[in-house]
């Protein structure tokens, strides 16, 4: 019945997204290649290492979820998302520096990720006000 059951959420969630992953000793950044995401149509579920990200898409009302299992402790009230025209992106923050061995598996509702790869190393702002986020993976 388990297998019956997780086989039945996967096919609720729809067709897996495609989704890259990068990490540093402070975050797991994951961009999620969906479009037409509503910009308040995206939902993160934390809790501990559990991780569900439910997608919302405008125009066919869809929801997508992406449901996954994190290498170490998630730190929910410092996690988030972004949304984009063709991707999500989520920060999930880690609750201790580490590097995770794996950081993220599929439970359901996704493809496997691309290799992690290390997240390049944060660029100082250039002053106030000044454009912040020069590449989608480096922290703010």
Known sequence: ????????????????????????????????????????????????????????????GEKRTLRLACGGDVDATASRCDVADRNVVVVLAKASSETWETPVEVVSGGAAPAAATPAPAAQPAKGAGGFRNRVMFELD
Not at 6 to 33: K, M
Not at 39 to 48: E, N, Q, T
């Open 1 to 60: 019945a388990g297998a019956a059951s997780a086989a039945a959420a996967a096919a609720a969630d729809g067709p897996p997204p495609q989704f890259d992953v990068r990490q540093n000793d402070r975050c797991v950044t994951l961009l999620i290649n969906v479009s037409g995401v509503k910009a308040d149509g995206v939902r993160l579920d934390i809790g501990g290492r559990s991780v569900a990200v439910e997608m919302e898409v405008e125009a066919t």
